[in-house]
């Protein structure tokens, strides 16, 4: 399973770093994601590596802002927030994708985590 942390509460301009921690089996050799979900609304991506971190995608509206990242060997994946806004304000979440890259799609994703709040006030 999957365990993302590292949320809470912070004011507009603040930064936040969430931490996914995955098995082993679930990290090894595939693409890792971040989606968030805001009251009321679909679950929507954010930021997407694929295995080798060679591949880095990002929705528009966190680019410049917020860093995707990954530690292989600890089976861990990241995500800098900064400069963050009261609309990022939402249930954030990690997944495994089906292959080894990146992608913004949310069928292409199999195993979903546990998400951590993000609250940010204005």
């Known amino acids: 399973p999957l365990q993302a942390s590292g949320g809470g509460l912070v004011q507009a301009g603040g930064s936040l770093r969430l931490s996914c921690a995955a098995s082993?089996?679930?990290?090894?050799?595939?693409?890792m994601g971040w989606f968030r979900q805001a009251p009321g609304k679909e679950r929507e991506f954010e930021a997407s590596?694929?295995?080798?971190?060679?591949?880095?995608l990002y929705a528009d509206s966190v680019k410049g802002r917020f860093t995707i990242s990954r530690d292989n060997p600890k089976n861990t994946m990241y995500l800098q927030m900064n400069s963050l806004k009261p609309e990022d304000t939402a249930v954030y979440c990690c997944a495994a994708a089906l292959g080894s890259s990146s992608s913004r799609a949310r069928h292409e994703y199999h195993d979903w985590g546990q998400g951590t709040l993000v609250t940010v006030s204005s």
């Open positions: 082993r089996r679930t990290f090894s050799n595939n693409g």
């Open positions: 590596i694929s295995w080798s971190s060679g591949s880095i």
